[in-house]
């Protein structure tokens, strides 16, 4: 019986030890068509935005209200000018700054004690890439601390009335942004996108243990709070 504890507490230790993986606890869609706009000149980099009501919904860290009628704005900005990179089929647009912020409407506001931010997130070089260059669809993306083609790295910071990011680690976001008002086009000699609009979902991830690493980690602790709860049954048998 003291193997099975000691085996259990060496794999309960090492659960504990093992590396969070990044989990979804926040998603979105936009209510409207066409939220986002990028408006920029050629060779100058430009601005993206966004600016609508969504429906706001959050998991994994004690905030399991589903918002509706949140306000969600969002403002990045460039001064370079996108890349054409892999042979001209992909491009690359680094954002030098940017915030976005979920906002919570007066009636949420009203029953939770004045509270609205739900959340908010500041970056730097956040990356909207264009796959296959010329192509309507593109993605917008953050990863705390990964280098950028162009050696920048990107950095993410998070706030929010409702959450507790001070344990949390690797942040990261990303928009699909689909259905562009135009093709996207980057040539090899560098350039600028046109100007667009485009909506699109997206999703807010932090890392968390993976459940099954719960799970496992729950069987340990089981195993060894019934070792022990079986040494004390047996020590008032004997006494």
Do not use: C
């Not at 906002?103 to 990356?127: E, I, M, R, W």
């Not at 010329?134 to 280098?147: D, I, K, R």
Request: net charge negative; no cysteine.
């Amino acid at each position: 019986m003291k193997k099975i504890a000691r085996a259990a507490l060496i794999a309960a230790a090492t659960l504990v030890t093992l590396p969070a993986q990044a989990a979804t606890f926040a998603e979105f869609s936009g209510a409207a068509a066409n939220w986002f706009s990028y408006t920029g000149a050629p060779g100058d980099g430009g601005t993206l935005s966004g600016d609508t009501t969504v429906n706001f919904a959050a998991f994994g860290l004690g905030f399991s209200d589903f918002v509706q009628n949140a306000k969600f704005t969002l403002t990045a900005s460039s001064n370079t000018a996108p890349s054409a990179w892999a042979n001209n089929m992909n491009a690359t647009q680094v954002f030098q700054t940017g915030t976005l912020t979920f906002t919570a409407p007066d009636s949420y506001k009203a029953a939770h004690g004045g509270l609205s931010n739900l959340l908010t997130v500041t970056f730097t070089n956040g990356a909207l890439n264009v796959t296959p260059n010329g192509s309507t669809n593109v993605t917008f993306a953050v990863t705390n601390g990964e280098q950028q083609f162009d050696g920048t790295v990107s950095t993410i910071s998070y706030s929010s009335d409702f959450f507790d990011f001070t344990d949390a680690t690797d942040y990261d976001f990303a928009f699909s942004l689909t259905g562009a008002s135009t093709d996207i086009v980057v040539q090899p000699q560098g350039g600028s996108y046109v100007n667009f609009t485009a909506s699109g979902p997206g999703s807010f991830a932090a890392a968390v243990p993976e459940p099954d690493q719960w799970a496992m980690l729950l069987v340990g602790f089981g195993l060894v709070g019934g070792s022990m709860r079986r040494r004390r049954r047996m020590s008032m048998v004997t006494a």
